[in-house]
């Protein structure tokens, strides 16, 4: 399960969660101490670049926020990142700098690299996206099983079991979710992969790979820009 790996996801040099991701192999193992360590990030956050409207909510000051957006303690919104109309940020969320938070979107305990996308109507919860991860309009991470048991990471040739009860999705740099898509509990799409719309997303899709269904995912070609 190589592929599931923090340094297999990530390239770190895209986040202030640096430090955190940094120290575990696994990048869910970073979820659990994600409240803490933004606390403490927060107070060393430099106060000319940052404002900070309520007690451990920490804006740059080129973040544009909504004023109907709701953000909770822990979070921190970083420089040129854009939180839109009626966003709920429940806590525990870092918006790295350049990312967009939409209309209507829920985050709760994850962290968004520089540059991820949750544009329309999704919900984040206990997840991570890479370095310009865009989920499609309407696309979901589903973190808690339908009988609540501990969430498993399944890979083509063995499992890995998290244990964590809340888990969502692992969403490699680059990757793209098509709209109205549910990454089920542990689902895991490595660097530049894809889902076509409307999936229902269980296990390890490969980096550079296009998830078309289950069963039916394919290498994706790119030419020597990186487009398909």
């Known amino acids: 399960m190589q592929a599931c790996r923090t340094e297999e996801l990530f390239d770190l040099s895209h986040t202030l969660a640096a430090p955190l991701l940094a ?36 804006v740059a000051k080129t973040a544009r926020v909504a004023p109907t957006a709701f953000l909770g303690a822990p979070c921190i919104v970083g420089p040129g990142a854009e939180v839109r109309h009626c966003a709920f940020i429940r806590g525990a969320a870092l918006v790295g700098a350049g990312a967009v938070v939409g209309n209507s979107v829920e985050l709760k305990n994850c962290i968004l690299f520089n540059g991820a996308q ?48 809340k ?7 680059g990757a793209e979710v098509g709209c109205n898509s549910v990454l089920c509990p542990g689902a895991v799409l490595g660097k530049n992969s894809q889902v076509y719309p409307t999936s229902c997303v269980r296990g390890v899709v490969p980096a ?11 290498k994706r070609i ?7």
Not at 127 to 148: F, M, P, Q, W
Not at 167 to 173: F, K, N, R, T, Y
């Open 23 to 58: 120290r575990f192999p696994w990048p869910w193992q970073a979820l659990d101490d994600l409240a803490d360590f933004l606390l403490t990030l927060g107070e060393s956050l430099p106060a000319g670049e940052y404002d900070s409207p309520a007690p451990g909510v920490w």
């Open 208 to 218: 550079g790979h296009i998830f078309k269904g289950p069963g039916l995912v394919v």
């Open 118 to 165: 949750a544009p329309h109507f999704n919900y984040i919860g206990d997840s991570i996206l890479g370095h310009k991860a865009h989920l499609g309009a309407g696309a979901v991470t589903s973190n808690l099983k339908s009988d609540k048991s501990p969430v498993v990471i399944r890979g083509a040739e063995c499992q890995l079991a998290t244990g964590r009860k």
């Open 167 to 173: 888990l969502g999705a692992l969403v490699g740099d």
């Open 222 to 228: 790119l030419d020597f820009e990186g487009r398909q």
